[in-house]
């Protein structure tokens, strides 16, 4: 097959429709026109109000989560290498295992999210709320979203609005994807700083903060997309800064490479992007079902607050 940059650059100079699944280590990159999507087992819906299926139960349970301890040896690690000025942030995960009340395909149709995703042949569902890169024109946006906590805490938003820790972390992130996007685009700038958004799950409403970031593109962009999305990639939310080092730590400390995980999905309609960042996952695999879920980790983190965080992550949206 073409070299997934060279494809993406030869279907936007045509102006031909196309849809892409690029994982976190660039290992498996597929690109399809949109008439073989369906082919390779794939549905995806993008900012789409109809919810498909109301009756169907779409709860998950959490079976084995991944065992603190060893959260807690790989948080060790990210504060050495944190204290020796190898990173200021690291996105650090966790793999969960989790029972479904449904299967994959039903628990897809019973949920919504701004960017929903089932992949039948690698056993993958996504229901994404953050918007990696999305253009309008010749202006780029991207939606970097860092910060989270369960509705449940007595004045969740201000708790999380005034969090030291929180605020360091999405400034760093904010930030990073500013001189991101300084790679691909002029004029960058940030529009919106660390508004708040509520997402609704089965099991309780949880707070996240997001900003939203924007630039303007040179006017042949769309002939080279694919460049244009390496240039960009890995995603800064779920890797960290600087991003070379920060990428050795996390393949040095997860015990699985993410795949798909944390990857980027998106479609281009022949005059613009959109894409998002593939998290809120859930994988099935010969031993049963699991959710991935993580966090960024500072100096000024706590280990528990930051494993409960991966806990609070894993739900399925319903609204």
Request: charged fraction near 25%; glycine fraction near 8%; aromatic fraction near 10%.
């Amino acid at each position: 097959m073409k070299d997934w940059r060279a494809a993406m650059n030869d279907y936007g100079r045509s102006r031909t429709p196309f849809f892409f699944l690029l994982d976190f280590e660039l290992c498996r990159p597929r690109v399809f026109l949109l008439d073989e999507v369906a082919n390779a087992g794939i549905t995806y819906s993008f900012h789409s109000p109809v919810l498909l299926r109301p009756d169907l139960n779409a709860g998950i349970t959490l079976t084995s989560p991944f065992p603190y301890e060893k959260y807690e040896q790989g948080f060790r690690e990210v504060q050495k290498a944190l204290s020796l000025g190898d990173s200021y942030l690291v996105n650090y995960t966790a793999k969960h295992g989790i029972s479904l009340d449904n299967s994959l395909e039903n628990t897809f149709e019973a949920s919504r999210a701004d960017y929903k995703l089932i992949d039948r042949d690698y056993g993958i569902l996504v229901f994404s709320p953050e918007c990696f890169v999305r253009t309008s024109g010749n202006e780029i946006f991207t939606f970097p979203m860092k910060g989270t906590i369960s509705a449940a805490v007595p004045d969740a938003a201000n708790v999380l609005l005034n969090d030291i820790k929180e605020k360091a972390e999405h400034v760093t992130i904010v930030d990073l994807l500013r001189n991101d996007l300084s790679r691909v685009a002029q004029q960058v700038r940030v529009d919106q700083f660390r508004y708040l958004q509520k997402i609704r799950t089965r099991t309780g409403d949880v707070w996240q903060t997001s900003s939203k970031i924007s630039g303007i593109l040179d006017a042949d962009w769309r002939n080279k997309i694919g460049d244009m999305l390496q240039a960009l990639l890995p995603a800064g939310s779920v890797s960290g800064a600087p991003k070379a080092r920060t990428c050795e730590i996390i393949r040095s400390l997860e015990p699985d490479p993410r795949g798909y995980y944390c990857g980027v999905m998106g479609v281009f309609d022949g005059q613009n992007l959109d894409s998002a960042v593939m998290i809120r996952f859930i994988e099935k695999s010969e031993g049963g079902y699991y959710y991935r879920s993580g966090g960024g980790i500072t100096l000024g983190s706590d280990c528990r607050k930051e494993y409960d965080e991966t806990l609070t992550k894993v739900y399925v949206p319903v609204v």
